[in-house]
């Protein structure tokens, strides 16, 4: 029988198989024709980003650099979850290219994959501003990759995840609510809503899904009545077909359980949700649950590219040869410089590096 699943695995990813072709030729051909000692500097940056971005937050660090871990080659890179502009070498590779060009695909694969889920997740958090961000979009994806997501998810600023695999990788606790089914089952909102109340441990909060079968705003009410002081919240989940007025729907339901009497009862929405979505409801809801808009979020398109070879500045045209430092003073502002030119003082503000 072959493989259960279409994915690589570890073996196959560390050994260099999961490569475009045309990097195992190239390292058959400087093998055979006496390069295969040739000395190379790569740098990963980006030479421009999505629409509206002026900045993306670096991540799979780690991941890149275990993935060259004891082959004979130095690596410099940005710390996980820094914050870079284009044109800046998030990570730098330095030894025999031989020894590391086979694997550009996959540690591409994982610096772009990952600092596009981050920095979209980091997008989020500030269109949340303190409200509370879930990211519930491994449904989104592969499965082999759910943990992937969530780390990345974690790191670009979400509170939690909804995955256990991934919960138990982070070393976090996952966090939920209900789907529709359990309510469907049911065949009762208020019999679905009082048995995980009467199932679930104390320490899970009790956020009832209200939008199954009524309307948000009495579902909410009847929520609040059937579970009194142990409901934590309601969560929204009206798909977009039937949506409406999300803000108003809102409003109106926190007037209602305002006026009954359950001020503390919080208010969540998830569903389709993006950056101008979560922006537009920040001051009214307290908290979201965003999936797919991270799963799968604009690409930062990073790229490798040779500066240095054998000691000599060296690049293809349209790029810079040569090593690069990226320096950051007090306010913000980065300054990128050949590798030996030391700056102590910020060339835009003055304030010091």
């Known amino acids: 029988m072959g493989r259960r699943f279409y994915i690589a695995s570890e073996e196959e990813i560390l050994s260099g198989k999961v490569t475009d ?11 055979k024709k006496g390069k295969g000692d040739a000395r190379a500097y790569a740098e990963f940056h980006a030479y421009s980003l999505p629409r509206n971005y002026s900045w993306a937050i670096a991540a799979g660090i780690s991941e890149a650099a275990r993935l060259l871990e004891g082959k004979p080659v130095n690596v410099y890179a940005f710390d996980e979850g820094e914050f870079f502009r284009i044109y800046e070498p998030i990570f730098a590779i330095e030894g025999r290219y031989a020894d590391y060009g086979v694997y550009e695909s996959s540690v591409l694969g994982i610096l772009r994959h990952a600092t596009s889920v981050a920095t979209k997740a980091a997008r989020l958090r500030l269109a949340a501003g303190d409200k509370t961000l879930l990211f519930f979009g491994i449904r989104s994806a592969h499965p082999a990759i759910a943990p992937m997501l969530d780390r990345y998810a974690l790191i ?39 048995a995980f109340d009467e199932v679930m441990p104390e320490d899970v909060p009790r956020i009832a899904l ?50 009954a009497g359950h001020k503390d009862v919080k208010i969540f929405v998830s569903g389709g949700l993006d950056e101008e979505q979560v922006r537009e409801l920040s001051d009214v809801a307290d908290g979201f649950g965003v999936g797919t808009s991270i799963a799968f979020p604009p690409s930062i398109d990073l790229a490798m590219d040779l500066v240095e070879v054998e000691g000599r500045a060296f690049s293809k045209r349209g790029k ?11 306010k913000l502002h980065d300054t990128i410089t050949p590798f030996d030119k030391a700056i102590d003082r910020c060339p835009i503000c003055g304030g010091r590096v």
């Open 21 to 31: 072709i045309y990097f195992a030729r190239t390292r058959q051909v400087l093998e």
């Open 156 to 194: 670009g600023g979400c509170d939690a995840v909804s995955s256990i695999i991934g919960a138990e990788l982070a070393g976090v606790k996952p966090v939920g609510t209900m789907p529709h089914a359990l309510i469907l089952v049911f065949g009762s909102q208020v019999e679905a809503w009082r």
């Open 210 to 259: 209200c939008d199954t079968l009524s309307d948000e705003r009495f579902e909410a009410l009847s929520a609040a009545e059937a579970l009194k002081g142990r409901l934590y919240g309601v969560r929204f989940d009206t798909p977009g077909s039937r949506r409406g007025d999300m803000r108003k729907i809102v409003v109106e339901a926190r007037w209602s359980l305002d006026v």
């Open 320 to 330: 810079l040869p040569g090593r690069k430092q990226v320096y950051r003073c007090e």
